[in-house]
């Protein structure tokens, strides 16, 4: 089947099992602050906003913490005693407080950002990102498909190197620490060809979304 026909039939034919509770993710989440800020704001741009991401998502993102699917010594010392019910309160309570307004640096490159987002790179057949992540960043959470927008761009940056790192590793046999828990690989194929120059330039329109 086509991958985009596919991805249309995921994403319409997909059902949120929306499951947790706030009250008990605010209560559990409190180790979270310390990185993660009050009510999933983060302060450090090295450390992701968590405020109005998909609560599925976010859930996928613990378990593969724990299962080490994806490798975070921080997160996998933080997960290693959370139960099933603990991730879906955390992340339902994460998921509906609002994300606080990001910024991009005043020398950015937004039109070269705002041009691979929307159209992709037609040079070298990578999809656009609005297809996953739509208009205006938020995501599909039906899908699992993150929220972009008003995220900080440094970590950003780091996440992107980190899926474009798995194919320099396949390509020189190297093991240089890299992320490819993503669906069906599609963010390794999306980052593959990016430049340094083409990843700062997204990361900072994302952030100025909103």
């Not at 509770?21 to 906003?49: M, R, T, W, Y």
């Amino acid at each position: 089947m086509n991958k985009l026909i596919f991805l249309f039939f995921i994403v319409f034919s997909s059902t949120i099992n929306a499951s947790g509770d706030v009250a008990l993710g605010e209560s559990k989440s409190q180790p979270c602050v310390g990185c993660h800020g009050p009510q999933g704001n983060s302060f450090i741009p090295g450390f992701p906003k968590l405020a109005g991401q998909g609560a599925g998502y976010l859930v996928k993102q613990l378990k593969d913490f724990k299962s080490g699917v994806r490798s975070d010594p921080i997160m996998a010392g933080q997960v290693a005693l959370l139960s099933e019910d603990d991730m879906a309160d955390i992340a339902i309570y994460y998921s509906v407080q609002q994300i606080s307004q990001g910024f991009a640096k005043n020398d950015a490159n937004i039109e070269l950002g705002q041009n691979i987002y929307r159209g992709g790179k037609k040079d070298t057949q990578v999809t656009a990102c609005i297809a996953c992540h739509g208009p205006q960043g938020l995501g599909i959470p039906s899908a699992k498909f993150p929220s972009l927008a008003s995220q900080h761009a440094m970590y950003l940056v780091k996440q992107l190197q980190a899926f474009r790192q798995d194919t320099l590793n396949e390509q020189t046999g190297g093991s240089a620490a890299s992320r490819a828990n993503d669906y069906e690989g599609m963010m390794i194929n999306f980052t593959k060809s990016l430049t340094n120059t083409e990843i700062e330039a997204i990361s900072q329109y994302l952030a100025g979304l909103h």
